[in-house]
């Protein structure tokens, strides 16, 4: 048996020549171990349990780097797994996303610009590439992948956002023709965390950011995307502007960057049309 000949050759040691047909054997079972990949990440699972379940879903034809080039299947790893499923349509309608809150450094990692903070982890999300200052669009900053979803944040301070994301809308249908304005900003009262989805209509509810928007942008119909802050004990509005305008502590960051992922969940359904 092989498993005989196999001792043997151990046991008469390397300057043995194996026959042709044990040549041959040994051939087949190099071809058949599964290749480690070279990146560290997929070295942690067991590729012998995924090795042969290669990536055959309409999916795949979606993905830029799939075939590989070298023509090895892809596999099916959590990592990997997770990208597929967050990945836009094919054909989406164009996006305007942009977050609202107040202008950085000063107001970076604040509550009220939990928007940007969400724009921020999106972009990573997708891919896309870093944020630029765009002086067409408003002098907003800009990350644009190959998707139709382009990514904007707002320069101006959160209650009178409505000048720079209109302008920013009008040029941007310009150039994007037919498309959907939608609106991320921080949302009070709500749980921390808690993402909730407008289409369209409906009041600003006390939102200053989204009164601004309304009044500059009056027969646009926009979806708005609210991410949960919370809200202090207190209900003077020196209270609530100093909770507000309060750096981010470590856990209330984590709890709002992981909103991206929700995030992105709603716009692939607004993205897929009604």
Not at 49 to 57: E, I, P, Y
Not at 136 to 146: F, I, K, R
Not at 249 to 260: G, K, S, V, Y
């Amino acid at each position: 048996t092989s498993v005989q000949n196999d001792v043997v050759l151990d046991v008469v040691g390397a300057n043995a020549s194996p026959s042709r047909r044990e040549q041959r054997k040994a051939k087949r079972r190099r071809r058949n171990t599964p290749v480690r990949s070279s990146s560290p990440a997929l070295d942690n699972y067991d590729l012998d349990d995924v090795g042969s379940k290669a990536l055959t879903s309409p999916l795949s034809t979606s993905l830029h780097s799939y075939p590989p080039k070298d023509l090895r299947p892809l596999l099916i790893t959590p990592t990997n797994l997770k990208q597929l499923s967050s990945m836009p349509p094919v054909n989406p309608i164009p996006l305007l996303v942009a977050s609202i809150g107040n202008p950085a450094p000063t107001y970076s990692n604040t509550l009220h610009s939990a928007g940007h903070t969400v724009l921020q982890n999106l972009k990573s999300l997708l891919f896309n590439p870093v944020f630029v200052k765009d002086r067409s669009l408003a002098n907003g900053l800009v990350s644009e992948g190959d998707n139709g979803w382009t990514l904007w944040q707002s320069p101006s301070l959160m209650n009178v956002s409505g000048k720079a994301v209109g302008d920013a809308w009008k040029k941007w249908r310009a150039t994007h023709g037919e498309g959907a304005l939608v609106i991320v900003h921080d949302e009070l009262e709500r749980p921390l965390g808690k993402v909730t989805v407008r289409r369209q209509g409906g009041s600003a509810r006390g939102h200053n950011g989204i009164k601004s928007i309304m009044s500059a942008l009056p027969s646009t119909p926009f979806v708005r995307i609210g991410i949960g802050i919370g809200r202090p004990e207190s209900r003077e509005p020196a209270d609530v502007a100093k909770y507000v305008l309060r750096k981010m502590t470590q856990q209330e960051r984590d709890r709002i960057e992981n909103c991206a992922l929700e995030v992105l969940g709603a716009l692939r359904n607004i993205s897929d049309g009604p």
